[in-house]
């Protein structure tokens, strides 16, 4: 099946929220995130800061949004991608895996620029709910669920279950965060993600079942 293009509005609104997540991922690492206002942010992508407003509700969240660009479209894209004979639990843990492990072309200093505040870092953790939506239309689809309560339910699941992995990836048990702020990812993230969404495969092997 061919995705439709976006309209032209659609595509503005998308130029102009890249525009402000590169800006202010640039700014925060040039300067620092806490030297870094909305107004800043704003400015650099020449747009007001009430548009500003209209697309993040704060700096992190801006911040975080260049380094998780599209990943939860990607999530749903690789789900769609995997066969039909590949078992729905595989293709979502298997899609979920090669995407958050994945930097997507960002550098370290992005990802290191998110252990070291604790506001990034829970800007980072909320940023999971995103891939809810996409995930479920994948899901799905893949079901035939016309309905969408049952993908649903199995998507926001999914997305939870990431969100546990992550934070114990980047707030590991028992290991302080030193005087500046910096934590120190504990662990393989691929084995947290699994183990996370293992509980996960009775559900999707149960909706597979179904008549």
Not at 199 to 208: G, H, I, S
């Amino acid at each position: 099946m061919t995705t439709p293009r976006p309209g032209l509005r659609e595509r503005k609104k998308q130029a102009t929220r890249k525009a402000l997540r590169e800006a202010a991922l640039r700014l925060a690492l040039e300067h620092g995130p806490d030297n870094v206002r909305v107004d800043d942010i704003a400015e650099a992508a020449s747009v007001s800061p009430r548009t500003y407003n209209n697309y993040f509700s704060s700096r992190e969240q801006a911040i975080v949004a260049a380094v998780t660009a599209e990943r939860e479209a990607r999530v749903a894209a690789a789900v769609a991608a995997r066969p039909a004979d590949v078992p729905l639990a595989d293709a979502v843990i298997e899609a979920i895996v090669e995407q958050y492990t994945d930097p997507g072309g960002h550098d370290r200093d992005a990802l290191l620029l998110i252990t070291t505040r604790p506001a990034l870092r829970d800007a980072f953790l909320d940023a999971t709910a995103e891939i809810e939506d996409p995930l479920t239309g994948a899901i799905a689809a893949r079901l035939g669920d016309t309905d969408q309560h049952t993908a649903r339910v199995l998507a926001a699941s999914a997305a939870a279950a990431v969100r546990v992995a992550l934070r114990r990836w980047l707030t590991p048990a028992g290991v302080p965060p030193t005087t500046s702020g910096l934590v120190v990812p504990s662990g393989s993230l691929p084995e947290l993600l699994r183990a996370t969404l293992a509980p996960l495969v009775p559900a999707f092997e149960a909706a597979e079942r179904r008549p």
